[in-house]
């Protein structure tokens, strides 16, 4: 394997189980975040997770052990990457916050770092410049509650090289994942190209008084036998997630409805800090979601 130090940056939805699937298979993994109080919570969020890696992995106690041996913390950008074999970032869905983080990133990384992205809905053809080393940089994108939904885009853009792109394949399937090379740049690459979609068109029934988010939901799971629908989905990747990539929708279609959705997300969710499942309230109330009655289908 050609890595063996690897750094997550950002600690948020995606991050911090990036970080933890990866320690679990046997690799040095550092966590940096932008201070210290970030990282206390992310500390938290692992103790959770590893109930998770018990109950559906059937992870035994000596391997959470060595998992959690194999995690470390720092706040302090160049200290985090200064072994680092590979960089993921899974820092907030914004080219703005990212293109600033790689300039910053690409003054302190080490030549040999290879840097990917976990962006769902940006092109890596977007930050290559940024990076400082485009031949060394690509997308590795993951799907919510990776441990379970264990599917990996890798996605080059055309300076990408080759063997890169080979070993951040290799990567993926040793951490667990199953890997799915895109041959071309793709916006919402494979996954989000099909979801995002059904999301928008949630909200949309929603935003125009068509149905409740129960109704909607209960639509889609007895009609396709899927074990959530779009609303619910809403609250498990994030409403700001959702909401950012309405919104630079939006400010590139000018399209009144996505407008209208941003607005609707913004005053309903964002402003009240009910974010979905990482917050305990966004469209259901957590821990308990109605769509997890039992009866929810009846």
């Known amino acids: 394997m050609a890595y063996k130090n690897v750094t997550v940056a950002g600690s948020g939805v995606l ?149 890169v792109f080979d070993d951040v394949v290799a990567f993926a399937k040793a951490i667990g994942m199953l890997a799915l090379p895109l041959h071309k740049e793709q916006p919402g690459y494979i996954l989000n190209t099909l979801l995002v979609p059904l999301l928008r068109a949630g909200l949309e029934l929603l935003i125009k008084g068509v149905a409740e988010p129960e109704t909607i939901d209960k639509t889609w799971m007895k009609a396709t036998g899927a074990p959530i629908g779009p609303i619910a989905i809403l609250d498990t990747v994030g409403i700001t997630t959702a909401y950012n990539i309405y919104k630079l929708s939006a400010e590139k279609t000018k399209n009144p409805d996505a407008i209208k959705t941003i607005k609707y997300l913004k005053e309903n969710f964002i402003d009240k800090n009910k974010l979905g499942v990482s917050t305990g309230e966004g469209f ?6 109605a769509y997890k009655d039992p009866d929810f289908l009846n």
């Open 15 to 163: 991050g911090y189980q990036i970080a933890f699937q990866t320690a679990f298979h046997g690799f040095n993994v550092t966590v940096y975040d932008i201070n210290d109080e970030v990282l206390e919570k992310a500390k938290a969020k692992f103790a959770e997770l590893s109930e998770a890696f018990q109950t559906d992995l059937n992870a035994t106690p000596e391997q959470l052990d060595k998992t959690f041996k194999n995690l470390n913390y720092t706040s302090d950008l160049k200290a985090s990457v200064k072994d680092a074999d590979l960089m993921i970032e899974a820092v907030p869905e914004n080219p703005t916050i990212k293109i600033d983080f790689y300039k910053k990133l690409a003054k302190v990384a080490p030549e040999k770092t290879i840097f990917v992205t976990n962006s769902s809905t940006l092109l890596p053809s977007q930050f290559a410049h940024a990076t400082g080393r485009p031949s060394q940089f690509l997308a590795l994108h993951f799907a919510n509650n990776i441990w379970k939904h264990n599917t990996a885009e890798i996605m080059g853009h055309p300076t990408t090289d080759t063997k």
């Open 284 to 289: 259901y109330k957590y821990p308990n979601p």
